[in-house]
């Protein structure tokens, strides 16, 4: 290790570098040195290469043996910690701005009113990271930063890993400003089928489900989706409170619900992670199935099946029925093959929402 360091033009120098020189000058060699500073070679061998900090005891002997002040030596180390600090700083700020350009400034102006201050990229970096209130972008690149990820996928990147990190900490923010009970999940279970009735309501669904979920301590949050998170919701402890994350990443009725109606059954599971896209396991059948299920019954859709009739009339009657969204059944139906992604007139029935 070296007693000095350079970077981006700049150069710092450890109290080492200069005690290196005082024992050249000298004429003495590092061990009479050593002896006459009350200390031992090795000590000072280790401190002229900068490997250790300047101690206040080394300070005291060093002012005492050459009649200069402790302060003199003190006010070096501080000097090359600040220096050693800003460098990093600096070293962090140019992997921070990687990382925003992976994420883009645009999504937090657009959707969370950010500044509008264009090419000015460090100031940027400033903004997300205080809206984010974490001490440095990087964190973002662990892949266990928020909540861990349900898959192991290989075809998993750092950008998905990165925007879906951010996801989950911006609804982790967004859930500490909200006040529930405790998480209760027989009531949570319990107030399910009311949720469910809202998947006909043309207005305002999302409000009515986030203030239906708190009354048993789980904070909905849904979110704009970055494109390329790849990722489609999360589930997370928050306190005494669970917090469900689903992004709009698909705009349709029908994948909202089956996604939310998914991380529910991670939730009722105590399966705390983050959905990757095309994911498979145990698991991941489990909420599939759960989510099916609780959507559209399985006996019923097996007698709707088995009846042959996929038009929109009888869409309609059937959705009425199990008082569902047309376009529940419609993608359900085209999911399983049932009907052809091509039918224009089934397809009118898969309406989209707004957040």
């Not at 102006?109 to 990271?129: C, G, M, S, T």
């Not at 192991?152 to 006040?179: F, Q, R």
């Amino acid at each position: 290790m070296s007693n000095y360091i350079e970077y981006d033009g700049k150069i710092a120098f450890h109290p080492g570098y200069y005690i290196k020189e005082l024992v050249e000058d000298s004429g003495l060699t590092q061990e009479e040195f050593a002896k006459r500073l009350d200390t031992t070679p090795k000590n000072l061998s280790i401190l002229i290469r900068g490997e250790q900090k300047l101690s206040p005891e080394i300070a005291i002997k060093l002012s005492r043996m050459l009649g200069t002040s402790i302060g003199y030596w003190l006010n070096l180390q501080t000097a090359y910690d600040e220096a050693i600090a800003n460098i990093e700083s600096e070293r962090m700020l140019e992997e921070e701005r990687k990382i925003l350009s992976v994420i883009g400034y645009s999504y937090f102006k657009d959707h969370f009113n950010l500044l509008d201050i264009p090419r000015k990229i460090d100031q940027q970096v400033e903004e997300v990271r205080r809206f984010l209130k974490v001490a440095t972008l990087v964190v973002f690149e662990k892949k266990d930063m928020a909540v861990s990820f349900r898959s192991s996928k290989s075809n998993m990147t750092d950008e998905n890993i990165i925007k879906a990190n951010v996801m989950v900490e911006i609804a982790t923010n967004m859930a500490l400003e909200i006040n529930t009970p405790k998480f209760d999940k027989e009531k949570f279970r319990s107030l399910l089928p009311e949720a469910l009735a809202l998947t006909t309501s043309e207005e305002d669904f999302i409000t009515k489900l986030k203030g239906l979920f708190n009354k048993s301590g789980v904070k909905l949050i849904v979110l704009p989706n970055i494109p390329g998170s790849k990722t489609n919701g999360a589930v997370k402890k928050v306190g005494d409170s669970i917090l469900i994350l689903v992004n709009d990443r698909m705009r349709y009725i029908d994948t909202f619900w089956f996604t939310l109606m998914h991380e529910v059954g991670h939730a009722l599971n105590g399966d705390y992670g983050i959905s990757f896209e095309d994911e498979d396991g145990e698991k991941e059948s489990k909420a599939d199935l759960f989510a099916e299920d609780i959507l559209i019954p399985n006996d019923e859709y097996n007698a709707f099946k088995c009846g042959g009739k996929f038009d929109v009339d009888s869409i309609m009657q059937f959705s009425e029925k199990i008082n569902r969204d047309p376009s529940i059944i419609a993608g359900r139906l085209q999911h399983d093959g049932m009907i052809n992604f091509s039918d224009r007139k089934v397809q009118s029935l898969r309406r989209k929402y707004m957040l």
